[in-house]
């Protein structure tokens, strides 16, 4: 598997309406191995300590839930938070590797976590997990949300706020990880009740009963769609 080739490709909204438009997938730009797929800008301290215990620590778990001998609900609260910060990280490092105009973890995030010796979680980022019967290898960055927002808040602002918001997922087999962050202060999360947990305690997270999986083909796609926010 190290020796096989991995490609990275971006899209973006072609329209610039908030609430219409559609996706364009862009060219490929770059050509590498998963064995040259490496976060350069990662420091030596970091990647022999604090990174490296924490691999340890959530690689036996995140195996299982690859492989689907685990569900996501039956994990520990303290696997939770391990997964959680695991998701940061890996997310994060990936964001670092491409150009993307955006949607992709912000670098003042990164280096908050990284300060903090990959204790703290940015304010307001929500780590979600789901576990699936499709089992898939992929990561991508996604620039749609559903938004429930007051009348008042002009569209300028929300076109702006959604610029700036990043929603990344990373799925290994059985396993769905999504970092979500919309920039808005007295933001609540919404998560439908099908799509997994929140993983790092979110007081702001609410659960519906909505169910958008009849809309998509694949599930991944859906659980990108049901993680949501009201402003």
């Not at 670092?96 to 990959?118: D, I, L, M, R, W």
């Not at 992929?138 to 927002?149: G, K, M, N, V, Y």
């Amino acid at each position: 598997m190290a020796k096989e080739g991995l490609s990275n490709a971006h899209s973006k909204i072609v329209s610039g309406d908030f609430a219409g438009g559609h996706i364009s997938n862009l060219p490929i730009e770059r050509e590498l191995t998963y064995s040259g797929f490496l976060a350069g800008r990662i420091c030596k301290t970091c990647n022999n300590g604090w990174m490296s215990k924490l691999e340890k620590e959530v690689i036996p778990l995140i195996y299982k839930l690859i492989d689907g001998e685990t569900d996501i609900n039956q994990i520990t609260q303290k696997e939770r938070n391990s997964l959680a910060r695991w998701g940061f990280k890996t997310t994060a490092a990936l964001s670092s590797s491409t150009n993307a105009p955006q949607n992709f973890v912000c670098e003042t995030h990164s280096k908050e976590f990284y300060s903090s010796g990959g204790i703290a979680i940015p304010k307001n980022v929500g780590i979600f997990a789901a576990t699936t019967k499709e089992s898939e290898y992929l990561w991508s960055f996604s620039p749609t949300w559903h938004i429930t927002a007051h009348s008042d808040i002009p569209q300028e602002l929300l076109q702006f706020m959604q610029q700036k918001s990043y929603k990344v997922l990373l799925q290994m087999g059985h396993l769905m990880l999504a970092v979500c962050w919309w920039p808005f202060n007295t933001i609540t999360y919404t998560l439908e009740s099908w799509a997994g947990i929140e993983l790092s305690g979110l007081s702001n997270c609410i659960t519906n009963n909505e169910d958008c999986r009849k809309f998509f083909d694949k599930e991944n796609d859906a659980f990108l769609m049901a993680i949501g926010a009201q402003i």
